[in-house]
């Protein structure tokens, strides 16, 4: 239904906003006026919480979901940022988590993107390594940033990510302690592995999404006629059909 699908869009919308103004936030002092706005932020995001609880067939097993109870933490730490001065400003971090979310969300959205049905693995595997690379440097900076002199902003700690993902090692940016060492070895590992499958993907023969009626083989070649498996003609639509 064209309302769900702009109900959708509108949820990733408010995403990226709010993942946006935590980012912003991070270059900026800490005065009145920007407490009042993670509080503001933080009132809009309770909204759409309790809105997608009150949506939800079980709405209590929806709560205790890691996701959700993650989102919530991200959302009480800017509700309480007045009281508390920041102190527990390393959980709005969690609120970047809502990105899985948003990867579904495209994945279900297929139908309205030609250019993701072309390319639906190469995308979702560069949307995949993009969450990480994002969490990660949220984890980084909110660890980080009292501590270590060299990581002030979200901008040193993505720089951090990036050169640690790809393994180039500059120097100039260390992450101190047992915890920023793990942090590392953790960004190393799973990030390569990430990037990795996107080049497998990028490099890999394009091919289509149709599930053969006779053996079920779902990747094929755009101009198949018949399956590669077992030989049953296929009438693969073309794009746009």
Not at 29 to 39: C, E, I, K, N, S
Not at 89 to 101: M, Q
Not at 156 to 176: E, K, M, P, R, S
Request: one cysteine or more.
């Amino acid at each position: 239904m064209p309302e769900a699908r702009r109900f959708r869009y509108a949820l990733l919308g408010l995403d990226l906003l709010s993942i946006g103004w935590i980012i912003l936030a991070s270059f900026l002092p800490l005065t009145g006026t920007v407490l009042a706005m993670d509080v503001g932020l933080g009132l809009v995001l309770l909204a759409e919480f309790v809105a997608r609880l009150s949506a939800s067939a079980r709405p209590w097993r929806s709560l205790v979901q890691p996701l959700e109870l993650a989102d919530l933490l991200g959302i009480l730490s800017l509700l309480l940022a007045p009281l508390l001065h920041g102190a527990l400003g390393f959980l709005r971090v969690l609120r970047t988590l809502r990105l899985l979310h948003s990867v579904r969300l495209i994945a279900s959205l297929r139908s309205d993107l030609p250019f993701f049905r072309r390319n639906e693995e190469a995308t979702l595997a560069a949307a995949q390594l993009a969450v990480f690379i994002f969490i990660m440097t949220g984890v980084v900076f909110e660890t980080q940033h009292r501590a270590n002199p060299h990581i002030t902003n979200y901008a040193d700690a993505l720089y951090f990510t990036v050169t640690a993902l790809t393994t180039t090692g500059f120097g100039d940016i260390t992450l101190q302690g047992r915890l920023g060492r793990l942090l590392s070895v953790v960004i190393m590992l799973a990030g390569v592995t990430l990037f990795l499958r996107l080049a497998q993907t990028l490099f890999r023969p394009n091919k289509v999404r149709f599930d053969c009626p006779g053996c079920s083989l779902q990747r094929h070649e755009p101009d198949s006629v018949h399956c590669k498996a077992c030989g049953t003609l296929l009438n693969i639509p073309d794009e746009g059909s």
